[in-house]
């Protein structure tokens, strides 16, 4: 079954210092309910999956109350290494938007770029995040979405051997249930209505597409996809 998967970061205005080039995929309260419309009434809403990274503190408080009213669901990979810092996600609103309903996954502890990790720290990255999750959740964690979209054969081959049975990248375009590697496609603030009806229909441009093929082929033929 095809998947066509939708990235958020953060909704309305941030309550935190943003790093460079982060405002870029903040978005306002109208537009992202204007996506949930579209994803709602869309032909194939049963493919989409609704993802949230960054662990913003508007996960919660805007974007999970506009999920619930169109009975839509989501996944929000946190940052634990942001719990109880201003403007993000603590413990208590993950229990909240389990309550909702909503699955939690890990993003990681610092949001660093898990390609270019010494292989010590990429474990901690990894295993003490999920630890930390699993015990906030009472249950066990499954995925993980990478930071920066930034992956390669060690990162992938880790999230594996720390028990991930998913790990969500940012290359765009549908992908396919239950492969281990998923891609998605972040939603950014300059973005045209023409751009997100062609990303709510699965279109990907070509020299993108291209890429992401030879990226797979190569992910592929070592065996870590
Ligand atoms: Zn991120």
């Known amino acids: 079954m095809k998947r066509r998967i939708l990235t958020f970061h953060g909704i309305g205005e941030p309550e935190r210092v943003l790093d460079h080039g982060e405002a870029d995929y903040w978005i306002s309260l109208d537009r992202f309910c204007d996506i949930l419309d579209r994803v709602s009434h869309h032909v194939d809403r049963d493919k989409f999956l609704i993802t949230f990274d960054d662990g913003n503190l508007s996960d919660l408080r805007l974007a999970a109350p506009e999920l619930c009213r169109r009975d839509l669901g989501a996944e929000f990979f946190v940052l634990t290494g942001r719990f109880d810092k201003t403007g993000s996600l603590d413990r208590n ?18 949001h660093r770029d898990w390609s270019s990790l010494p292989d010590f720290e990429l474990t901690r990255e990894l295993g003490q995040s999920k630890r930390l999750l699993e015990e906030i959740c009472g249950h066990r964690l499954h995925s993980a979405s990478i930071p920066f979209g930034r992956y390669n054969r060690a990162t992938l081959a880790k999230l594996r051997a720390c028990g991930y049975e998913t790990a969500y990248s940012s290359d765009g375009g549908d992908t396919t249930l239950g492969r281990f590697l998923q891609a998605r496609t972040s939603i950014r603030r300059n973005m045209t209505d023409a751009m997100i009806e062609q990303i709510l229909d699965g279109y990907l441009p070509a020299g993108r597409r291209l890429r992401r093929a030879v990226r797979m082929i190569k992910m592929m033929s070592k065996g870590v996809v």
Do not use: A
Request: with cysteine; hydrophobic share 40%; glycine share 16%.
């Open 93 to 110: 609103d993950v229990r909240c938007l389990l309550k909702m309903g909503m699955r939690i996954g890990s993003h990681g502890i610092d």
